[in-house]
Structures are given as C-alpha cells and as structure tokens.
C-alpha cells in the first residue's frame, strides 16, 4: 500500500501536468495536488501509529483525503476542464484506495471493539 499510495500521489502529479493553463485548473489543480500526495503520506503515518486508535483516526485522514482527490477529478471533468479518459485510470484507483481504507478501518475498529469486551486477567 506504501507504494500503492505513493503511485496515486505521482499519477495526481502527472496529471496536473496535462491540465490546461487557466485560472480554474490552476485552482482545482492545487486543491487536487495537496490532497492526492496526502494519500501517501498520511498512509505511512498510519503505519506508524503509537495505538489502534491512533491508526483509526489516521486512517480516517486517509480517506477524507482520497475522497477529496476524486472529488477534484469530477470537478475536473464536470468543468469541462479535463476529458473523462484522462482522469479514469485514477478515478478508478481512488475508488479503490476507498473501499481498502474503508476496509481497513471497519477491521480495526472490529479488532478494537473485540479488545475491549475481552475480559482482562
């Protein structure tokens, strides 16, 4: 997932890179860039978080960010500003990311619940 994340960060870059030179893409080209490469690096906070909890709220993080790139894209698209096939591949890519992170956070959160309603010696 580490590379994973990093790939859609890089993928956001790349295209950002083909977006056409005007104020609106400009815009939206920012917002999309600060939320696709925080996948990646909130994803490998999450990896070193200090408790289960602390991995449940970074991977919360996580996936308000990816929403947040794939919101841009069908800004992207809506606007006019960006052909559908160009955006696709990683439409896709965060749809994905979406229901592993979504995934991952129901299964801490599972493993936590279980935790706790384990009687302690």
């Known amino acids: 997932m580490k590379r994973r994340t990093k790939a859609f960060g890089l993928g956001i ?16 080209a920012h917002q999309m860039i600060r939320s696709g490469t925080s996948v990646g690096a909130n994803y490998r ?8 909890a602390d991995f449940i709220s970074k991977m919360g993080i996580v996936l308000e960010e990816v929403d ?17 096939q160009t955006v696709a591949e990683l439409m896709r890519e965060a ?12 299964t801490a959160r599972e493993h936590q619940k279980a935790r706790s309603t384990t009687p302690q010696p």
């Open 13 to 28: 870059m790349s295209l950002k890179r083909s977006l056409p030179r005007s104020m609106e893409a400009s815009v939206i």
């Open 45 to 52: 906070a999450a990896c070193l978080a200090k408790s289960r």
């Open 68 to 84: 947040e790139t794939h919101y841009w894209m069908e800004v992207l698209v809506e606007g006019g500003l960006c052909p559908p």
């Open 95 to 106: 749809a994905e990311l979406t229901s592993v992170v979504a995934a991952s956070i129901i």
